[in-house]
C-alpha cells in the first residue's frame, strides 16, 4: 500500500546552515510529491511540489530533490532562519488515485538555533 | 480573502456527545476535505467533497458525517464523540480536481472525555 515515512523525526540546525529534510516514499506509481510546513498550531502551509518527471525544483530558499531509483524525497533549504523552525511533511499522490487523494508522512521537527 | 477558516478553534466533548465542525473557504474552490491529525501519524483524509452536494468517504471516515449544502462551506459532524476522535481537525480546500496546492485551515482541536 501507499506509504510516506520520513527519516528522522527530528532535526537541529544553526541559523545560517543548510538543512537538509528527507522522505522515503514506498509507491514507485506516484507522480506527484507535495511539501508543506506546519508551524506549532497552525495549519498546514504549502511550500513546494514536483512531478515525477523531474529531478529537482528550486524555490525560493527551498530545494526539493527526487530521486526515484530509491523512492526517496528531500527538501534543501538554503541559509535556514529561526522562522523556519516547524513540523516539515511530505505527501506523495499515487497515480491514478481517486480525486487527487494525497498521502502523508509523519512529519520532521525542524528547530533552527541561533 | 480570509482563505480557509475553521470553528470551534477548540472543543471538549464527553462521550455520546454530537458535535458539528464547520469549515469555510472564500476562494470558490470546488475540492473541499476534512483530515484529522495525531501525535506521531500522518494526516489522515476523513472525508471530501467534489463539489455543492457532493461528498465521499476518505481513508477513515467511521464515525463521521459530512455535508456540502453550500460550496463556500463544509461540515464534519460527529454524532456520537468516542475518545478515539481526539484529534486535531484540519480542513483543505483546492481547485485543482487532482488534489494539488491544498490549502489548509488553522484547525480545530478535540478533546472527546
Known amino acids: 500500500g501507499e506509504s510516506v515515512g520520513l527519516h528522522l523525526p527530528t532535526l537541529s540546525v544553526q541559523e545560517g546552515d543548510n538543512s537538509i529534510i528527507n522522505c522515503a516514499y514506498s509507491?514507485?506509481?506516484?507522480?506527484?510529491f507535495i511539501w508543506y510546513k506546519q508551524e506549532s498550531g497552525k495549519g498546514p502551509q504549502f511550500i513546494i511540489d514536483i512531478r515525477s518527471n523531474m529531478d529537482k525544483r528550486q524555490g525560493q530558499r527551498v530545494t526539493v530533490l527526487l530521486n526515484k531509483t530509491v523512492k526517496h524525497l528531500s527538501l534543501q533549504i538554503a541559509a535556514t532562519q529561526p522562522g523556519d523552525s516547524a513540523v516539515y511533511f511530505c505527501a506523495e499522490r499515487p497515480r491514478g488515485s481517486t480525486l487527487g487523494r494525497l498521502y502523508f508522512g509523519r512529519g520532521t521537527q525542524l528547530t533552527v538555533w541561533p | 480573502n480570509a482563505g480557509v477558516t475553521q470553528t470551534p478553534k477548540f472543543r471538549v466533548l464527553k462521550t455520546g456527545q454530537s458535535m458539528t465542525l464547520l469549515c469555510a473557504q472564500d476562494m470558490n474552490h470546488e475540492y473541499m476535505y476534512w483530515y484529522r491529525q495525531d501525535p506521531g501519524m500522518g494526516l489522515r483524509l476523513i472525508h471530501y467533497?467534489?463539489?455543492?452536494?457532493?461528498?465521499a468517504k476518505g481513508e477513515v471516515p467511521d464515525g463521521y458525517n459530512v455535508s456540502r449544502l453550500k460550496k463556500q462551506n463544509f461540515l464534519l459532524g460527529l454524532e456520537s464523540a468516542a475518545p478515539s476522535q481526539t484529534s486535531v481537525y484540519f480542513c483543505?480546500?483546492?481547485?485543482?480536481?487532482?488534489?494539488?496546492?491544498?490549502?489548509f485551515g488553522p484547525g480545530t482541536r478535540l478533546l472527546v472525555l
Open positions: 483543505a480546500s483546492s481547485y485543482d480536481p487532482a488534489g494539488e496546492t491544498q490549502y
Open positions: 509507491n514507485s506509481a506516484s507522480d506527484y
Open positions: 467533497s467534489v463539489g455543492e452536494g457532493t461528498t
